[in-house]
């Protein structure tokens, strides 16, 4: 496989996104690598490392009868290979608080100061429609101590924004 | 002294469940000593099995004192033909295995376990270990009957306690 791709589909969410793109990949000779996929609201996502020794305009000719008739719109863009290259975390973050604008913003943008690399991220947005709350869970990786990490998210500790670090220390076997 | 070839995920010798040890020779000793250097040469292995190295016996070497941060531990522990006899609570933590190299995933596995094992020399042993410790247990015993840690991974987002009910 000469060239990755990563292919983006967004769409409302039903029964059989994920196994007719990747059908139409597969017999088209492409080859998958990593990928997450994921319900957002009612949408469906789908961030899909697509191996290939076709040009662009090949994966999207065969992508684009599929997304069609499942309503996906799709995003193509020529990315670096699918290296090994898994960067461990070794913290995890939990955040969770009733939900107002601004929070993912505040909390990473303390978090970045102190060189925390975000390596996967998920957010809900949960409770009830008049008290919606905000669920946040990090994984990253950071040389700073989990002590200095929370020093650093103090002041969103203190708007009663619920924080949690803690270690991830990964047992090797 | 030897570092011995590590199996990788998918040779399927790594699903084959050991057998008991019934010989503590010499043989067994050049061989104790080939696994600890190469638990040694793993980078950041705090335990291994004999079936990674293609030897099934039933035979696991831990040594959780080598820890970036301190945890409760018995220092080299070597274990033969171990029985867990006791398992206490449930947690979830994050495994790797040099048998499947860059990956890392969650496991739940007991927090505390009490067992028995041979040491080097066929005497038996009891134990009681918690935490980080009795995990690199639990994932090196899982060798020893053909289960890595793949086959017990949960989703990064299970929380143990989600479904706790709350009187």
Known sequence: MNNWYMVTLVGRDQKGIVSRVTKAL?????NLGEASMMRLGSNFGVMLMVGSDSAVSTIESLIQPVA????????IDAV????????????DISVYGADKAGIVAEVTGLLAEVGLNIIDMQTVVAGSEERPIYIMQ??????????????????????????????????IG | MAILEILEYPDERLKQVSERVTDFGDELQLFLADLEETMRAGPGGVGIAAAQVGRFQRIA?????????????????????????????????REGCMSVPDYTGNVIRAEKISFSAQDASGETI???CEGYEARAVQHELDHLDGMIFLDRLVSRNKDLFRRKVYK
């Open chain 1, 26 to 30: 597969f017999e088209g000779g492409c």
């Open chain 1, 68 to 75: 069609k008739s499942l309503g996906l719109m799709v995003h």
């Open chain 1, 80 to 91: 670096d290979g699918n290296k090994r290259d898994h960067p461990q975390p070794n913290v």
């Open chain 1, 138 to 171: 990090i994984d990253g990786h950071s040389d700073e101590s989990v002590d200095r990490l929370r020093a650093a998210i103090e002041p969103v500790i203190a708007q009663g924004i619920e924080v949690q670090i803690n270690d991830i220390e990964t047992m």
């Open chain 2, 61 to 93: 070497l831990v040594d959780c004192s080598v820890t970036r941060k301190p945890v409760p531990n018995h220092g080299f522990m070597v274990l033969i033909n171990p029985e867990i006899t006791q398992w206490e609570g449930m947690k979830v933590g």
């Open chain 2, 126 to 128: 009891e134990y009681e």
